[in-house]
């Protein structure tokens, strides 16, 4: 059972990432940006690319973001592998810490890659994928694709509400990708499950790295 906490990580980390680059090539190479596709009244695909962090947030310049992002990912891998075989660890614990990995290293790929192999056309054009004329920016530049809009409800305030009466209030609005989603539910699971992972001091425990 050990050995196959180390293969299950692995397993998630590689479903997660190569799902989510289909998803965001395919976006980039058939939506222009800034394009929505209407699936339900609180479904949508709207390709929106961003420099920041999960949801659209920013923080920092974009290398330092792309570092961050990077050093990140070194980090729960090297935790992955060592925590592999503890007798404490359990399979659902592996998955969450895998989630989260693979989601961070699904955005790291755009953040290096995307813009040495795409080029940012003006609506309506569409990305192309390895540009004659190279891409639209160097490496660690590349702007996070994002895709996954749920707008599930909204309302207005009513006009007797302090600072906000009258505004239109959405839920949900941030324009997510599959990383983000990975990154999000893995920290929720762990949070909600697997608190005493986080807490509980396992240095008795000796089993092999």
């Not at 965001?24 to 390709?47: A, C, M, N, P, S």
């Not at 599959?178 to 762990?190: C, K």
């Not at 992972?197 to 092999?208: C, Q």
Request: aromatic share 16%; glycine share 8%.
């Amino acid at each position: 059972m050990k050995s196959h906490k180390g293969l299950l990580a692995l397993a998630v980390i590689l479903a997660v990432v190569v799902i989510d680059q289909f998803i965001k090539i395919w976006v980039k190479t058939h939506f222009y940006l800034g394009e929505d596709y209407r699936i339900t009244d609180w479904f949508q695909l709207v390709f929106v690319q961003n420099n920041g962090m999960a949801f659209g947030m920013e923080m920092g310049s974009k290398l330092f973001l792309s570092l961050f992002r990077i050093v990140a990912v070194c980090g729960l891998i090297w935790l992955i592998v060592r925590i592999r075989n503890r007798s404490w660890v359990s399979c659902g614990f592996m998955a969450c810490l895998a989630l989260i990995t693979a989601g961070a290293a699904g955005n790291i790929i755009d953040c290096v890659l995307y813009g040495l192999i795409f080029n940012n056309p003006m609506p309506p054009e569409v990305a192309v994928m390895f540009p004659e004329g190279g891409g639209y920016a160097p490496v660690f530049h590349g702007m996070v694709v994002d895709m996954f809009y749920f707008p599930l409800f909204s309302f207005t305030w009513p006009d007797w509400m302090p600072w906000v009466g009258g505004d239109r209030f959405l839920f949900f609005q941030p324009v997510f990708n599959f990383a983000d989603a990975a990154i999000s539910v893995g920290m929720i699971v762990m949070l909600i499950f697997y608190s005493k992972h986080l807490t509980t001091d396992h240095h008795s425990d000796n089993a092999a790295d």
